[in-house]
């Protein structure tokens, strides 16, 4: 079982930043995809945005030109910068690592409020 631990998250007033980061309790194998999801009370869980151990990136549109996602894959990290934040940013952001071919896995953080006031 990977441990995924988030920080980052606060209050910060619309039009702000804030940068989160996950760190894995693993450092080898290198984690397949590394990414952020998040959950607004009331809704489902949503994709924010992935990254491959390879460097292929994956956007919400909601998240295109105001979060970048990168990582270290030496060390099993990754981090979202949120840039230009809106209220309807919101929610618990929750670090995610998993590999859908064999051998598949699908590990959570606990995750880390960000709540953006107007």
């Known amino acids: 079982q990977v441990q995924l631990v988030e920080s980052g998250g606060g209050l910060v007033q619309t039009g702000g930043s804030l940068r989160l980061s996950c760190v894995a309790s693993i450092r080898t194998p290198t984690l397949h995809t590394m990414g952020w999801y998040r959950q607004s009370p009331g809704k489902q869980r949503e994709l924010v945005a992935t990254?491959?151990?390879?460097?292929?990136?994956n956007y919400a549109s909601s998240a295109e030109g105001r979060f970048t996602i990168s990582r270290h894959n030496a060390e099993n990290t990754v981090a979202l910068q949120m840039n230009d934040l809106k209220p309807e940013d919101t929610a618990v952001y929750y670090c995610n690592a998993s590999r859908r071919m064999t051998p598949t896995y699908n590990f959570w953080g606990q995750g880390t409020q960000v709540t953006v006031s107007a």
């Open positions: 990254l491959t151990s390879g460097g292929t990136a």
